[in-house]
């Protein structure tokens, strides 16, 4: 079965400060892979997706990156972390290939910007 | 525009009853519909979908309607338990494209009252 995995689960990193946070997916190969953002009591937005491997697309202007080194994994980077980059983060994965298909999702990462 | 949006940001049911979850949709093309429960300080959990050539569709405990003619779809959950304590969101997919392009709703509160 296919699992995804998120670290770390909290981090309290101060205002300019650098972010990397990574997501790994198990027991699939060549996932179509997601960021999203969650603001306290609200709905999921959509940071980044990508495809393949080197291949990143962003949804919305903003101060983060991300990057996928290898076919299961992805990464979620600041150079300088903003006080408005406070919120739950979510990764997510969903098979390539296939239209309507679900996304599934890890257990996310809680970062506050002090 | 387009958008995902639910009747009702809270619902609080008695245990044992049922509940009845409504969204609303506004792209009369889209074509994927998913129902996510989101437990505090997780990550969304797939829960069902419906394919837009079906009206209804069931599995345990739960049944998603769909009524293509207003843009309706509803989560009904029989026998509402404790642990169905959660925020549930609707979320269209309008994958025709490479990945799957989801919208999500606000999110709808139920709590079970023991």
């Known amino acids: 079965s296919q699992t995804i995995h998120q670290w770390p689960a909290t981090l309290v990193q101060p205002v300019g400060s650098p972010l990397s946070l990574e997501c790994t997916v198990e027991g699939t190969s060549n996932p179509n892979l997601y960021w999203y953002r969650q603001a306290a009591g609200r709905g999921l937005q959509l940071l980044f997706y990508s495809v393949g491997i080197g291949q990143i697309s962003s949804e919305v202007p903003q101060n983060l990156s991300a990057s996928r080194p290898q076919d299961r994994q992805f990464i979620l980077s600041s150079k300088k972390l903003l006080l408005s980059d406070s919120g739950f983060y979510l990764c997510a994965w969903s098979l390539r290939g296939l239209v309507n298909q679900p996304q599934h999702f890890g257990d996310g990462t809680r970062l506050s910007i002090l | 525009g387009e958008s995902v949006g639910l009747h009702l940001p809270t619902l609080s049911v008695q245990e044992g009853d049922n509940s009845i979850i409504n969204c609303a949709y506004s792209?009369?093309?889209?074509?994927?519909f998913i129902w996510y429960k989101q437990e505090s300080g997780k990550g969304p959990q797939f829960i069902i979908d419906i394919r837009s050539n079906m009206d209804k569709r069931q599995g345990q405990r739960v049944t998603v309607l769909l009524n293509k003619t207003v843009k309706h779809l509803s989560l009904q959950i029989a026998a509402t338990q404790p642990g169905d304590s959660a925020v549930y969101f609707c979320?269209?997919?309008?994958?025709?494209?490479?990945?799957?392009?989801?919208?999500f709703g606000p999110g709808t509160s139920l709590s079970v009252i023991p």
């Open positions: 979320a269209e997919n309008r994958g025709k494209t490479s990945y799957d392009k989801v919208i």
């Open positions: 792209n009369s093309a889209s074509d994927y």
